[in-house]
């Protein structure tokens, strides 16, 4: 029989995989001789065999569990029937990755009728004993029957208006005794159900809540989200209780061993006086300060502190500790590494490998690579707020960024609005984990009540959203969808911006602009370059993106797409007369005026990016695309072309294809009109030599044919097109060194890739049209159904982001093997969305590739995967 249950002593931080991150951790503590409370861990294979087999528990799990809790009574001298010792316990779900508010947690179970009566006279403190009932009454109605709190809460809310009773803690043993019978009866109005009297019938139906709220709509959201897989199942925990509710020498909080929004070294976190489990988070009473700890509880405090500079040692990371005290004395409930902002991230990397605690390589591996675009996040320009109107400077800076959006007051209609194309920022009083659906459509996220460590702050940081939390100044009514500030009011649909970095809130839309690189930043990237065996390159052909992607220091271009040169208007007139007219003369004429214009278009592409090397592909697109469509365009241009109405259609319609993506367009357009690929190439040519003329740059330009997928189109474009440079060259007196390569994105190029190498100075995989011909999905229409197969598990992944490792790379993995057993040194590149995406760069470090080229903004992404992937085949 496999063993399905732990005691915390019996495990370490090494066994997530079964003890769930939670649980795992706990035992780590209790080894460190920290004050855990007692417990066990149900593993998370015990989960997945319940959630397997028709939700059934077996007598097997059953014993092994009453086995742990007869341990438990006889290590605590505690038990559920000894009315002297009543052993009250609390049932927290914990799964490999951490979830916070994902799934559910229930305390103080084991009272009832009688133990509460018993509690009270142990403790001497008849409304601690009440309290604990009402929330256990209330966590349990909830998790194990699936009563909605808010019938819980808004009794509660009600109960306290009448009662003039300001926050839960002051309310006395009689009104909490009438709450508990209140609660009691809400279960059998709302499920016909008594709560169970039974402390182990409570427990195993808790278990079983448990191991089913893996399955809850909002953990599925979560892990959707974070790519957490569905089979992984959830560990409970079954642990002692201790009272932070018991009177004003106890209390709870959360702290952070650095602060998680900025990095800065330095314990920063909140606690509540008299307060249990969530009641920090809930943002119901404002919490206090860490800090204050100091001077209220001294030894608490120092106590704390070390343990915490202990735990963050021990763990070499940034800890995130959930503590209880009760009478004074300190609990450490959960430790875990700190989720944070990419700022404070980038931040903290760099300070632990400077302090010691992590080398280069770790404080790299640290990060996720995508999070460097929170740290390009955009802010607001300075000139523009002077200008804008404030609704509030009181929120808190709860995670950083800035962004505008409209008004929403519900998740819901959040998410209806952004399916629209809206964008939103969500408004509440408070988040739950009941919103996490609104939340991550959202470009901000605003509330009114709750600390830094409130709901909403921790999910926004977790998502980089940008949050302004615990904003005093607003009234929000979420019912009646207006929010007061002091100097007016919002409805739904208003406009705001938000700025998470410091909390303010102003009306209407504000510019924003691209922010500032900091010294964090800049070091991870350089530590990433030094490890990075494959070179950035990234995709760009206007100045404003050249410049960009050279700050982030690419290694020059690997994709300079020359279709978007060819739409500016005085362009594209001529490029339609060389495609409609039927006089040659007109043609060539048109040619020689592109031609003239590529040359400056060049020239400026070689002269922004020096002596780095420039991969130009030549014309791609389909020609349909440069004519007019609609009748009106088409009877200007007509005119404007001086031919008539009718003969223009006819030629436009000649041009039309069933299926543009598969049709005349890349190569194949130059098999038929040679002249564009020799204008082109001319083009690159002639613009090189002026460079070397005029600055004394030398450019070698790397010119890329597309969409070839026959030997044949290589020979004959490559062999006209180098007779066309030799002749400019000899005409020229001059000498550029150019090479002449191919885009591999079809896969029967793949297949022949041993005899397009011999062909090619350089393949490039464009990812984007393989992907696409591989699965025979249009590019542009697939999002309409992919979405669905993601949901059905018929795709793990969207193909066009990462790459599919089983088709598409596999046949990426037969070209480069082809390519390299005829030269071993074939130069091999990718371009297309996937060269920016961290998993997919690490596949084509691996294949031994040597560059990968993306939009300017994911340089800094792609340096991160690719130092991470050298650091792991290290
Ligand atoms: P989550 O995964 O949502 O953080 P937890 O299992 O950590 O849920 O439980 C939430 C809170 O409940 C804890 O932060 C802590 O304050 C309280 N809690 C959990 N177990 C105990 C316990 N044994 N004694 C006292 N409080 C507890
Ligand atoms: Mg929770
Ligand atoms: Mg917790």
Redesign the pocket.
Known sequence: MTKRVYRFKEGNAEMKEILGG?GANLAEMTRLGLPV?D?FTISTEACMDYLNNGQAFTSELKKEIETYLEQLELSSGKSFDDPENIML??V???AKF????????V?NLGLNDENVKHLATITQDESFAYDCYRRLLQMFGDVVFGIDTSHFEGYLDFYKQKHSVLVDSDLTAEQLKEIVTEYKRIYLEIKKLEFPQDPREQLFAAVEAVFSSWNNERAKIYRQLHRIPDNLGTAV?I??????NSGNQSG?G?AFTRNPSTGENKLFGEYLINA??????AGIRTPLPIANLKEAMPEVYQQFVEMSELLEKHYRDMQDI???IENKKL?L??TRNGKRTAHSAFKIAVDLVEEGLKTKEEGIMSLDPQSVNQLLHPVFVEEALKEADLVSKAGLPASPGSATGRICFDAATAKEWVDRGEKVVLVRQETSPEDIGGMVVSEAIVTSRGGMTSHAAVVARGMGTCCVAGCSELEIDEFLKVVKYPNGTLTEGDVISVDGTNGDIYVGHVELTLSEKNEYFEQIMAWSKEFARLEIRMNAETENDIKTGIAFDANGIGLARTEHMFFAPERLIEMRRFILSDSTLARKEALETILEYQIEDFKTIFSTTQEKAVVVRLLDPPLHEFVPSKQADVERVAKEMDIRYEVLQQRINELHEINPMLGHRGCRLAITYPELYLMQAEAIIRSAISLQREMKLDVNPEIMIPLVGMTGELTILKEKINQHIQHILEEEKATIAYTLGTMIELPRACLIADELVKDADFFSFGTNDLTQMTYGFSRDDAAKYINQYITDGILPVDPFQTIDEEGVGELIRIAVKKARTIKPKMKIGVCGELGGDPESIAFFDKLGLDYVSCSPYRVPVAYIAAAQSAIQSK
């Open positions: 939670k409370p417990g316990l609390s927290r779900s914990g951490s979830m916070p508010g994902m799934m559910d947690t305390l925990n642990q002692l209780m201790v009272f932070g709870t959360v249990q489990g969530e009641d920090v988070v959930e503590f209880t609990y409930l959960q």
